[in-house]
């Protein structure tokens, strides 16, 4: 080849690539179809609302097992089958109709990423309506390829049978009902990375569940289910438990009252393997600074082998168990509460090394379960411990030799003794709460350091250590006063930013009117020197008339708030209501009302503006929030609302640029 031709055809490659990488824009959902198939390409799909309602839109795929023989069938309405591509979806809304969960005969894949290496971004999609599918498996969104990256995806899922009753009624094969369930998002590739994304689910299946996946990351993600007291499931004059007499597959064989139970299944679920890859292991998962709640089991990861980490993650009102983990997992700078079920559950007799470090949140509860923590197994090593101001409402104990799951595969089988199912040896416990702590028979030479009580121990050759309480705590110089943006956790960053002892006086779901009523007893009497206030986010909620302040009764509570620290001797920084995420927030509550005051944004800039007026005319230094945070997105965690652990950090600089030059000499760093 001559120089000027071999120039020529350098050339040539060069242009292609470049129109390769050029982006493309498409304005319907068949132009992203033909998109889909290709590779190398950069898609951007043009932001709105698509319906999918036409049944002659889903297509059967054909998916070769990436190892050995055979492939996976199923149909699917949206096929993302091509290699290398960027798919920018941000402010597009896939609103998929129930109905079509009933089009095909089958399984169905609403969604399907089969190709490798491709980045998705953005995407919400929305069940409309409530049809279970017919027959065969149904997923809102599978990941089968390998490489892929799902970045900032909404899934709003519906649509399975029955819905209502948790798993009281079976989940497998052997359910007292047919079942017709729907999982949110599964993930059979390997190297999938999906961060943050949210799942709401009003479905019975799964939010986040893997099926032969290997080396899967999910960070900074939110999923959510709903609860429901079996109190009124057994109102019903009709309908599944109705007509089974309100049998159980569980003990003790019937739905009983006084339960709280999730209407889905787990929030981050590892099946042991998926039929979908060729029997394939799920292998090596790693979850980072996610939070699931109002889901059956919060992180249930025992399926799994491998390498598995769960750090930074929060499970909140899950009623069968907040974390568990196989063989050598580690559960680090993680929490959850116990209000409907344990925070741990290590249910596994033969599962062995195991790291844990969790912390207990409080709560309240009606409807508490039986056990903090159930523990079995051997060798792992576990510090439980409990945040600084929690104070359990009961005294739920941690059991060594027992399980929820032990307790129904006796129930299922009567005749097989208990020590079939538990056993828990050599495993080396830190309770650091003032909880107790039970060693059942089959708990043997375990060692237990623990701050609460042993109340009972049936076992052999256990040890037993007494945990000296902490020291007391030198006394706060600073308090700061809230709800729960205050209460998740920016006072601690902020102590170690000033270097003084910081106490959080934060409670969820506050407004500045219920601040109010608990100001002296949490805030007037710990003689703080000074008072950080921040409430506003639950004042402005006008869909919600029991727990909205009015603008005016909300700036009359700030003021009263101040007058009364003054008079106490303390200081006070104000802080503005923060950002909220408009998308995040409005999938959990109505937008009529704040579309008649003029939008969200709009109500917020109010009350912020109100406290930095308010600032002004009492002379007081004031934290705006609202307006540092608006350009700062990576402050918000998934549910719109409440901050991150980069948010936190960002609140406590913020607050500490104001509560530094207050600090009086003997109490600055």
């Not at 959510?224 to 057994?234: N, Y």
């Not at 500045?512 to 206030?533: M, N, Q, T, W, Y």
């Not at 008079?567 to 995420?581: E, S, Y």
């Not at 109505?590 to 002379?619: C, K, P």
Request: charged share 20%.
């Amino acid at each position: 080849m001559s120089l000027s031709a071999a120039f020529r055809f350098l050339l040539s490659c060069i242009t292609l690539s470049a129109v390769s990488c050029a982006a493309v824009e498409v304005d319907s959902v068949a132009g992203l179809l033909d998109q889909a198939s290709r590779s190398g390409v950069r898609v951007k799909l043009k932001p709105g609302i698509y319906r999918l309602d036409d049944p002659a839109i889903a297509r059967a795929a054909v998916v070769p097992h990436p190892e050995g023989s055979g492939a996976f069938r199923v149909n699917t309405l949206l096929h993302f089958s091509g290699d290398d591509s960027h798919y920018d979806l941000r402010d597009v809304v896939l609103e998929i109709d129930t109905r079509l969960h009933r089009a095909v005969p089958g399984p169905l894949d609403k969604v399907l990423v089969s190709g490798r290496r491709n980045t998705l971004a953005g995407l919400t999609i929305r069940d409309l309506g409530d049809t279970a599918p017919g027959r065969g498996g149904l997923r809102m969104l599978h990941v089968i390829g390998d490489g892929n990256t799902l970045e900032n995806f909404t899934l709003n899922a519906r649509g399975s049978a029955p819905y209502g009753y948790g798993n009281l009624l079976g989940k497998g094969s052997k359910a007292l009902v047919p079942l017709q369930k729907q999982s949110c998002f599964l993930i059979t590739g390997r190297d999938t990375r999906v961060r943050g994304t949210r799942v709401i689910a009003r479905v019975f299946g799964h939010g986040i569940v893997m099926q032969g996946a290997v080396n899967t990351l999910i960070e900074n993600c939110y999923v959510e289910g709903e609860m429901r007291l079996t109190d009124d499931i057994l109102k019903e004059t009709s309908g599944p438990a109705h007509s089974i007499g309100f049998r159980s597959d569980y003990p003790p064989g019937r739905i009983v009252p006084g339960l709280m139970i999730a209407l889905s299944e787990d929030g981050v679920r590892a099946y042991p393997d998926g039929s979908q890859v060729g029997e394939r292991r799920t292998e090596k998962i790693t979850v980072i600074n996610t939070i699931v709640q109002n889901m059956r089991s919060g992180f249930d990861l025992s399926a799994a082998s491998g390498e598995v980490l769960v750090s930074g993650c929060t499970s909140l009102g899950c009623n069968e168990k907040g974390f568990n983990v196989p063989s050598r997992g580690v559960i680090e700078k993680s929490s959850g509460d116990a209000r409907y079920g344990p925070l741990l559950s290590l249910h596994g007799k033969n599962d062995r090394d195991s790291r844990v470090e969790l912390t207990l949140l409080p709560s309240t509860s009606d409807h508490p379960p039986t056990r903090l923590a159930e523990i079995n197994g051997t060798g792992h090593t576990i510090t439980i411990r409990m945040r600084d101001d929690g104070k359990p409402v009961r005294a739920l104990p941690i059991v060594f030799g027992e399980s929820f799951w032990a307790d129904v595969h006796h129930f299922r089988s009567p005749t097989q003794p208990r020590e079939t199912w538990t056993g828990a040896v050599n495993i080396t416990l830190r309770n650091e709460t003032t909880l107790p702590v039970v060693l059942g028979s089959t708990a043997r030479e375990n060692r237990i350091i623990s701050r609460g009580p042993v109340s009972r121990d049936e076992g052999k050759e256990n040890k037993l250590e007494s945990l000296a309480s902490p020291p007391a705590a030198p006394k706060a110089r600073v308090l700061s006063f809230g709800d729960s943006i205050t209460r998740r956790g920016y006072p601690a960053e902020l102590g170690q930013l000033l270097g003084v002892p910081v106490a959080n006086a934060g409670v969820g779901g506050n407004s500045s009117a219920a601040g109010l009523k608990r100001l002296d007893a949490d805030v007037i009497a710990a003689k703080p020197e000074i008072v950080v206030i921040l409430f506003g986010t639950n004042d402005t909620r006008l869909d919600a008339p029991k727990v909205h302040v009015p603008i005016e009764r909300y700036v009359a509570n700030l003021r009263e708030m101040v007058a009364r620290c003054t008079a106490a001797g303390a200081r006070v920084v104000l802080c503005t209501v923060p950002p909220i995420a408009e998308d995040a927030y409005f999938k959990r509550h109505e937008r009529a009302a704040f579309v008649a005051a003029g939008g969200l944004t709009a109500v917020l800039e109010s009350y912020r503006a109100a406290v930095v007026m308010l600032g002004v005319e009492l002379g007081l230094p004031v934290v705006d929030l609202g307006k540092a945070l608006a350009t700062r997105p990576e402050w918000l965690s998934p549910d719109g609302v409440h901050p991150a652990p980069a948010g936190n950090a960002l609140i406590a600089q913020l607050v500490a640029e104001k509560v530094r030059p207050m600090l009086t000499a003997h109490s600055r760093p």
